[in-house]
């Protein structure tokens, strides 16, 4: 196996959870830095 390759591929069951799960931190990401802009403002 090539160093950095995948053990094995995501199934699109746990793909879409992972996908969830970024989008959920990005939106936290953009509430937390809403927050702070409006703190500094």
């Known amino acids: 196996m090539a160093e950095g390759s995948p053990i094995r591929s995501l199934n699109d069951t746990e793909l879409g959870i992972l996908l969830d799960i970024r ?13 702070l ?5």
């Open 37 to 41: 802009r409006e703190f500094w403002d």
């Open 23 to 35: 989008y959920q931190n990005i939106e936290r990401a953009a509430a937390s830095d809403e927050i």
